[in-house]
């Protein structure tokens, strides 16, 4: 026999099966880091054995080992960085009426909040606009222009010291990946695209 649910069963199902929230960059960048670090250190610890690899010196060894004890230092200082730093998508929903609206300006300065809503992915279309809205741009060519911008990206790191590598963590949150591209003169280069930027950019949940 078919019932129809109570208010019961409509509450449970309610607070059981919550809609999606949409992915919060903040909270990524976090994720992103903390595996990274987690990586370093399984590297870390099969460096620090005591039988050397085969065809490898201990010069070598040693330099890879420090290589990748700076490198977790420096995923260290970051996460803690960001675990320090207040993510302003937490801010309750009570307070959004008396948020000005600053999406009407397109022309303002970049600002990394979500709140005040310009991010890297407005700072590279912004790139993409000042040289003509090209369908692709090299990755080294955007990082190399995006250097040129004041303040961080995405409150992470300044402008001036975004590097290929750190481009590729900030858009991959926002589902923004390289693509292989082949090039006038045949060669193949890793390269963004315009598109994925302008869906990335209608598809920001803050």
């Known amino acids: 026999m078919t019932q129809f649910p109570t208010l019961i069963d409509q509450v449970a199902t309610a607070v059981l099966e919550p809609v999606p929230a949409g992915e919060n960059p ?10 990274e670090a987690q990586d370093l250190d399984r590297q870390l610890v099969a460096l620090s054995g005591k039988k050397l690899p085969d065809g490898v010196s201990a010069a070598e060894q040693l330099e890879k080992l420090t290589d990748v004890l700076v490198e977790g230092m420096a995923a260290g200082a970051e996460l803690n960085a960001l675990l320090s730093t207040s993510c302003c998508c937490a801010a309750s929903e009570g307070n959004a009426e008396d948020t000005p609206d600053v999406m009407e300006d397109e022309d303002d300065d970049f600002l990394s909040c979500p709140g005040q809503p310009k991010t890297i992915v407005h700072a590279c279309l912004g790139v993409f606009a000042a040289i003509g809205d090209p369908d692709t741009m090299a990755c080294a060519d955007l990082v190399l222009c995006l250097r040129d911008l004041p303040g961080d990206a995405d409150g992470r790191w300044p402008y001036a010291d975004l590097t290929q590598v750190r481009l590729a963590k900030l858009l991959a949150p926002y589902g923004v990946h390289t693509r292989n591209t082949t090039g006038h ?16 950019r209608a598809g920001r949940s803050c």
């Open 26 to 35: 903040h909270h990524r960048a976090i994720l992103d880091v903390f595996t």
């Open 185 to 200: 003169d045949g060669r193949c280069y890793k390269a963004y695209r315009r598109t994925d930027l302008l869906d990335a």
